[in-house]
């Protein structure tokens, strides 16, 4: 059948409209700036490094450009935006393959698989890319995964050009006193933590075999994680762009963001056992108990707690408490007129540190059962529970005929008040618990007590404390430490 005139024209008309159809619809899928400056030449392997974005607010970033700059210098970078659930307002991101949304918040209508990030992640490197950060030459990441190759550190980052670029840190961690402690990095620009913005580079399995690979803050999980382990981040010269419109413009973003920031932090060191973060200069922050909480522990059992079984000491927050407790409780007896002296692992911890034994859980006193009276506090506590102006418990123990003071109505960290009285030149008293080191001694221990250094102030001692000591828990007690119940943990191991 032959066309006419009309018909071929009509039949080319509507094959350009198609054509012109098919290349915008193409054009609408390719990121903003790929379309005003054209794709880069990937690499002739593939990219070798997955983009992860994790650190950002959902109410105020940059995350588009970030991905935008990215695919402009290689549109078939992978991408790996991560939230804990699905951010609000929606991220405008390119709706390609290579660039993923991952929810880390398990769901019903989703496999578990769909909740691990590594699961998005199919490359030998990952960078971990902060929000307000902007890629602005090619073969950034590449380089940064030359270097990591050739080299013997973990962890290479760079720089960001934000007000606030990376900074070499030293980091200690002691689990055992569940601290943290930063300081000045000797061997720059190798270093154990990263203070500001940066990339960092590593390898994927390294990422994803750490305890909380992306927890958040993701710099603050990081290093702590990877400097436990020894890795070393090494920071390189080669700075990445900030974005031309940065993230937290507004004065109530920033605040929005630090305050959320601030909760995230707190609640992620207390996740990992982090109770005190030591700065260089100084400065300590504290993320553990206070006199408005519950102590950090709970019931104590057969005299060894729960932190102990964990290969801990005992909180460093809990140490301060009972310190602040001691040192109270010793000024309003000593004001009272009320004799006392260090008693049991009270004296041992003075004798051998000048402080509480770093695994211990309360304070013991021992004071005269005569001086009772004296004490307004210890006559109200004969007749129930007593809350001072200082917001201390003071109170009849229910275990036996001594006193408690406790740090508050609700952390139970204590001194307790050992009642003696002398019968026959030897210190009895009434309440006998089953411990080695309860037993009555001679008075000429307390004739005279002497003072000895205990948690930050003078305390009264037993004079000639060594065999006062030696009488309690035997022979050569302070120069071998060991825990309250070694048959059922030993410092040694062997319990």
Partial sequence: MRLTRCQAALAAAITLNLLVFFYVSWLQHQPRNS???????ASASGPRVTVVVREFEAFDNAVPELVDSFLQQDPTQPVVVVADTLPYP????????????A?????????????????YV???????????????????????????????????????????????????????????????????????????????????RDLFNLSAPLARPVSTSLFLQTALRGWVVQLLDLPFAAASQPPLATAHARWKAEREGRTRRAA????????????????????????ETTRCFGTVVGDTPAYLYEERWTPPCCLRALRETARYVVGVLEAAGVRYWLEGGSLLGAARHGDIIPWDY?????????????????????????????????????????????????????????????????????????????????????????PLPFAGFMAQAPNNYRRFLELKFGPGVIENPEYPNPALLSLTGSG
Avoid at 35 to 41: E, F, N, V
């Fill in 90 to 101: 929606p991220l405008a991101l390119p709706r390609i393959p290579n660039v993923r949304l």
């Fill in 122 to 204: 199919a490359t030998e490197f990952v960078a971990l890319v902060p929000d307000g950060a902007r890629a602005d030459a090619l073969g950034q990441l590449e380089r940064m995964a030359e270097v990591l190759r050739a080299g013997s550190a973990r962890l290479v980052a760079a720089p960001v050009a934000t007000a606030n670029p990376a900074r070499c840190l030293a980091l200690n961690i002691s689990l055992r006193e569940w601290t943290a402690r930063y300081g000045q990095a000797p061997t720059a620009p190798r270093c154990d933590a990263l203070d500001g913005d940066a990339v960092v580079l590593l390898r994927s």
């Fill in 35 to 41: 379309r005003a400056r054209g794709p880069r030449r």
């Fill in 362 to 450: 309360d304070v013991d006193l021992g004071i005269y059962l005569e001086d009772v009276g004296n004490c307004e506090q210890l006559r109200g506590a004969e007749a129930g529970s007593v809350v001072d102006e200082r917001g201390f418990v003071w109170e009849k123990a229910v275990e036996g005929d001594f006193f408690r003071v406790q740090y508050s109505e609700s952390n139970h960290l204590h001194v307790d008040l050992w009642p003696f009285y002398p019968r026959n030149g030897v210190m009895t008293k009434d309440t006998w618990l089953d411990h080695r080191q309860d037993v009555e001694f001679p008075e000429h221990f307390l004739q005279p007590l002497v």
């Fill in 103 to 119: 929810l880390l918040q398990p769901a019903l209508d989703r496999p578990a698989a769909a909740s691990r990030p590594e699961t």
């Fill in 268 to 291: 992620l060191l207390h996740s990992l056992g982090i109770r005190l973060v030591s700065w260089e200069g100084g400065r300590l922050e504290w993320f553990g108990c206070t006199k």
